[in-house]
């Protein structure tokens, strides 16, 4: 077999004494993903291409819904929809007994298009329209109220439409992380939380059924965990002592993280990130001991996003060019950047080549494809030498990226499922300069053609 | 005052039915009427009965006992055998009320002594009073009892020939095979004649009251006549007039009142005929030597004698006696099938699964690594993923098997017995079988029922002997201490109290299947199961939950109101009641499930509607299917032909089934009932029930073409 060619490489001897973990970083090649071979999914697909394992997906979702069932006997989830809401992630997570977290009008119909029943779509966030609450009250979907302005608004329109809603409300408190997540839903500390809580119980047409936070997200702490679950397990102690209202459930959010490395961070989040059981032991270890009597433990829900389905998640892309930059440091330029690895902003993310390379390694910068200079996906990163048309795999791009990349420059690419018998299903289309001008108009002064 | 006289007429009904085990007002008035025929000895049977209810009830003895006639219905028989055996005369009503009172001394005494061993009295009161006034006035002319002569004895009426005597002629000389008539005049000697209408009657009363019981009156005479034939033993057949009636009522009382019908209770009662003959004739003869009939007396001693003999047996397995005695054979028998089958919450301490989430048995019942000999019965869980591994690469430390540091729970209500908390977690592939259990939690459930959990984690255990632990109770965490290689939990049922006691096979209650699928009930699950506690849906627990003291009104759209409360009796079942009809419907609600065990009463009441519709719920909203309890209480002789064969083959069944379809504010439940003839079906009944979080909204039904809309309202009313 003709051997590859690989090019020649300067590399700078350093003298002194070796590292003692040694100077090779990861260079496996990742040929395949769940069997499938990435050449043959670019061929099928293009490049770049996202690329989700349905079975990695599974086995994350029953791992932690194993940590949670285990310790504790009445635990929900609520697939957080912002995380990755392509209608098939959606269903994989439906199908395995979870609820729908959304957070928008459009989500919310998502969910509802998904085949999840209304009262088992929770809705979140701090923009919820007149009409979306009209349709999660019909339909007995758990509406967790963020504001003042908007449990008047619930208030009101319960009123009109002469409809009970069930609600919850969204607690921020101080669980010792900062800086504080106290612009969603209302104070416990400064008591504008159990006031909050009073107007509901007082209000006639509405129903408090359960107590919502959501702490933060990548949180490495699993003690600001215990310390939301006490107060949240404190509030509803009091609204079953003081107010005879006991809540159904208490919504402890999600926020846990991923093993992906955040930037900036001395060692990779694999060996630092603290896992589900940890979470788990901690949220539920609080709540059992919190002194609720057995049969009125409140339901336990978790809407957990990010590690559920980010080490799921695949980008597969190819090397544009390399370079030299001005101060002598190698550039690689890739076909995918920030407009479609939004999360390369956040992480340093683990990136493999797709094929057996040589020994030789060298530092470089890879830059994204668009003509704009924030488009880094990694300032520095060890790879072998890499040539135009080489694929690279980015590992653990699951969560986030397929809801918060941007259609700038480039077309967004395809997103490939890989179901649980390695059969690969495309369950997003490239887009197309049609789709991109579907919405568009053109006023018809600069349709007709100008005559001379 | 209608209270009072209703009391005293079912009491003294009950006390004539009973002679033939029943509680049947047919039949009671039918012997009533037979014992008329002799109308002397009918009068002074009524007017025992009557003296001796009204003593006990004046004495204030139970109500409810008094009621049975078990009290009194010796003293029945005490009076139409001195009506039969004695002339009118001064003194007859003096010793007639001195014998009645010993006899009722006797019944009371007699039922409570051997009622301590759970054996009846059957009419050995009556014998043994009568005995006594044979005797005392055989002996004491001055007493001035005068005996009748014998060729008057069942002369039913002394007098001119009537047109009633006539037709006791008539019928006494019917053209049907002597047999035939030997039968119904010794189904007649149990009221002392001798009198093929009086045997019609009875017979046609006994019928309505129990086919079962007829048949084994046959099976017993027929049986008799067979081995009189073969031996010779009584050269003209077994006409005396008490031979038959002891035979025949050995058959009906072994074969199918004190244990339940069967074919071999069936067997059994074809078996102890020889028996008869032999206890009979000695008797017999022994007696003769006294002057003294020995009236049922082999009957009473035969049926007590093997009664104690069967209850002695240590496993009853197939033959079962009567645990609760319904006066019927075929209820006996059909609750019986309805509570080997339904009622298991009853037959067995209720044991739930001792972790919280799915585990997986890595070792079943009979194992093949260490679930042996005096161990076999015992389980092993372990955590698995979706690829059955139990463990987190790389599986070196304890820690990294998913089980591992999780809740282990009391697997019921009880009393810890013995805790051992010390014994360090191994490394992963190494055993200690020093300390072969490990850390181990004994807990007392009752007396010969304890459950095991072993190899916990070191110092993990939270409770210490002599807590009371509640089943769902955290009491340690799984961990890797004893014989195990690798992280698991040990769980056993054992009857003795020690660590290292012998397994006891033993079922859990409720659990469901991996994925929610199927709800098993009362068994044992097996090697590779994935199993959990079953998920309850709260709006179906809710809407179910009924306690004593609940009230509700329901209306239909027909404006017909009933108002149920639910209460609880003696023995804390709980049941509806209804304020309206005084239909009542038991039922059981635990935990897991609700369902209703017996209705009494109006069977065109909304209650018997819901009674129909509700049969059983899961409260984990799995489907149900099950079978309706048969009924043999009322009277309707289009089931005759089932009770006939039902202790052999019942080709007709009553089928429920429900499917429970979630809402958006609550969830609905449709039911369908049907009628299983020789498995064609028919649909007798379909109903829906719709919740919501506040409970039962309201209920629709189909049935014979009629629809019916129920509304549901609770509160006080």
């Known amino acids: 077999m003709k051997q590859k060619y690989e090019r020649p490489t300067i590399r700078k001897m350093n003298t002194g004494l070796m590292n003692k973990f040694g100077t090779r970083t990861d260079f496996d090649p990742v040929e395949a993903i769940d069997g499938v071979p990435v050449k043959s999914l670019v061929e099928q697909y293009g490049s770049p291409v996202f690329v989700l394992s349905e079975k990695q997906i599974r086995r994350n979702y029953q791992a932690a819904v194993r940590s949670f069932k285990t310790r504790y006997p009445k635990v929900q989830f609520a697939w957080s929809y912002k995380t990755n809401y392509l209608n098939a992630v959606c269903r994989i997570f439906h199908q395995e007994g979870s609820w729908a ?60 439409i002469n409809k009970k809603a069930k609600v919850a409300i969204r607690v921020n408190f101080d669980t010792g992380v900062y800086p504080i997540w106290d612009r969603f839903g209302f104070n416990y500390e400064n008591g504008q939380a159990w006031a909050a809580i009073n107007k509901i119980v007082a209000a006639e047409h509405l129903e408090l059924v359960g107590l919502h936070c959501h702490i933060g997200t990548f949180m490495l702490s699993t003690t600001a965990y215990s310390v939301a679950a006490t107060k949240l397990c404190d509030l509803a102690m009091r609204c079953k002592t003081e107010l005879q209202n006991p809540v159904q459930y208490l919504d402890l959010g999600g926020g846990f993280p991923s093993i992906n490395t955040l930037k900036g961070a001395y060692l990779p989040g694999v060996d630092t990130v603290p896992s589900v059981e940890d979470f788990a032991e901690a949220i539920t270890g609080t709540i059992l001991n919190f002194g609720f009597a057995a049969d009125e433990l409140p339901l336990l829900i978790l809407e957990s996003g990010r590690v559920l389905i980010d080490d799921a998640g695949y980008l597969i892309g190819s090397v544009l060019a390399n370079k030299r930059l001005s101060d002598g440091r190698r550039a690689t330029i890739l ?22 390379a ?9 830059f994204g494809p668009l003509c704009m200079n924030i488009d880094v996906v990694r300032e520095s990163i060890t790879l072998p030498l890499l040539e135009r048309g080489d694929q690279v795999v980015v590992h653990k791009v699951g969560a986030y990226n397929m809801t918060q990349w941007m259609q700038f420059i480039n077309m967004r690419p395809a997103v490939v499922l890989i179901d649980m018998q390695g059969k690969s299903h495309q369950i997003r289309k490239p887009e197309t300069l049609a789709y991109l001008e579907m919405m568009e108009e053109v006023p018809e002064y600069l349709i007709k053609k100008s005559s001379f | 005052m209608k209270k009072h006289l209703q009391y005293y007429i079912s009491s003294a009904l009950n006390s004539y039915a009973v002679l033939f085990f029943s509680k049947n007002e047919i039949l009671g008035v039918l012997l009533f009427i037979v014992s008329m025929f002799n109308f002397n ?76 061993y759970g054996l009846p009295t059957l009419s050995i009161p009556f014998i043994i009073t009568f005995w006594l006034v044979l005797i005392a006035a055989s002996g004491y002319q001055g007493m001035g009892l005068v005996q009748k002569s014998s060729s008057l004895l069942f002369e039913l009426n002394t007098g001119a020939p009537s047109h009633f005597t006539k037709l006791c002629h008539f019928f006494d000389n019917l053209n049907v095979p002597a047999y035939v008539l030997l039968f119904f005049r010794s189904v007649s000697a149990v009221l002392f004649q001798n009198s093929v209408l009086a045997g019609i009657l009875i017979s046609i009363g006994v019928f309505i009251h129990s086919r079962i019981g007829f048949s084994l009156l046959l099976i017993g005479f027929v049986t008799a006549c067979f081995v009189n034939h073969l031996t010779g033993t009584y ?16 058959s009906c009382a072994i074969g199918g009142f004190f244990l339940i019908p069967s074919w071999r209770s069936y067997a059994w009662a074809i078996v102890v005929m020889p028996f008869t003959f032999l ?60 509570g080997k089958a339904r009622l298991k919450d009853f037959q067995y301490f209720n044991l739930s699964l001792p972790f919280m989430g799915a585990w997986t048995v890595s070792q079943g019942y009979q194992g093949e690594i260490t679930h042996k000999s005096d161990w076999q019965h015992a389980l092993d869980f372990v955590l698995e993923d979706m690829d059955g591994k139990s463990y987190n690469l790389p599986g070196i430390k304890p820690e ?15 009393i810890v017995q013995e805790v051992i908390n010390h014994i360090d977690d191994n490394v992963i592939g190494q055993v200690n079988l020093e300390q072969n259990w490990g850390n181990t939690i004994v807990v007392k459930h009752t007396e010969h029922l304890y459950s095991k959990v072993s190899h916990l984690k070191k110092n993990s255990i939270k409770v210490k002997a002599g807590d009371l632990v509640k089943q769902g109770d955290i009491i340690g965490l799984c961990g890797n201490s004893g014989r195990s290689p690798e992280p698991h939990l040990h769980f056993q049922v054992q009857s003795t109290p020690y660590i290292g006691s012998k397994t006891l096979s033993y079922p859990f209650a409720y659990y469901a299947s991996e994925n929610n699928q199927v709800l098993k009930s009362f068994e044992i699950p097996k090697k590779g199961e994935t199993i959990q506690k079953p998920e309850i849906n709260p709006y179906l627990k809710n809407a179910f939950h009924f306690e004593p003291g609940y009230i509700n009104l329901v209306t239909d759209d027909r404006g017909n109101k009933e108002t149920w409360e639910v209460f609880a009796d003696n023995l804390g079942s709980t049941y509806f009641y209804c304020r309206e009809n005084q239909a009542v419907a038991y039922f059981v609600n635990n935990a897991n499930v609700f369902y209703f065990t017996r209705f009494y009463g109006d069977r065109k009441s909304i209650l018997f509607l819901f009674y129909q519709a509700a049969y059983k719920i899961n409260f984990s909203a799995h489907q149900v299917k099950d079978y309706y309890a048969r009924d043999a209480e009322r009277f309707k002789p289009s089931l005759w032909l089932r009770d006939l064969f039902a202790p052999f083959f019942i080709f007709t069944q009553h089928t429920y089934s429900n499917d429970i379809k979630p809402k958006n504010d609550g969830l609905t439940i449709n039911i369908e009932t049907k009628k299983q003839v020789f498995g064609h079906d028919e649909v007798l009944l379909n109903a829906e029930i719709h919740l919501n979080d506040k409970g039962i909204e309201s209920i629709d039904f189909l049935y014979k073409n009629k629809t019916l809309k129920v509304k549901w309202e609770t509160g006080l009313v």
């Open chain 1, 101 to 160: 977290e959304v957070v928008s009008g459009f989500e919310y119909h998502k969910a509802l298009g998904n085949g999840v029943s209304g009262n088992q779509i929770i809705f979140n966030g701090p923009d919820k329209k007149e009409a979306d609450l009209i349709l999660a009250i019909e339909n007995h979907s758990l509406i967790h109220i963020d504001h003042y302005d908007e449990l008047y608004l619930l208030i009101d329109v319960c009123k009109r």
């Open chain 1, 335 to 356: 076909d995918f950047g920030i407009n479609i690895l939004f999360t390369s902003n956040w992480y340093d993310h683990k990136i493999s080549v797709a094929k057996e």
């Open chain 1, 358 to 366: 040589g020994q030789y390694t060298e530092e470089t910068v890879l």
């Open chain 2, 41 to 116: 000895a009918g009068l002074t049977g009524l007017i025992s009965v009557l003296a001796s209810l009204i003593l006990v009830s004046a004495l204030g003895f139970n109500k409810e006992d008094i009621k049975t006639g078990l009290y009194t219905f010796n003293s029945l028989l005490l009076g139409i055998g001195f009506g039969t055996f004695f002339s009118f005369n001064s003194t007859f009503w003096l010793w007639l009320s001195a014998a009645c009172l010993l006899c009722v001394v006797l019944s009371v005494n007699l039922l409570s002594f051997l009622g301590k």
């Open chain 2, 235 to 250: 050269p003209d057949g077994i006409s005396n007039y008490y031979l038959g009636a002891n035979f025949m009522m050995v």
């Open chain 2, 279 to 338: 206890v009979l004739n000695a008797l017999s003869r022994l007696l003769g030597f006294y002057n003294l009939p020995v009236f049922s007396m082999p009957f009473c001693l035969i049926t007590i004698g093997l009664l104690y003999f069967f209850m002695l047996r240590k496993n009853p397995q197939k033959l079962q006696l009567t645990t609760f005695q319904n006066y019927s054979p075929e209820t006996n028998f059909y609750q019986f099938l309805s």
């Open chain 2, 400 to 414: 990294d098997y998913y089980c591992f540091n999780k809740p282990v729970l009391a697997a019921g209500d009880g």
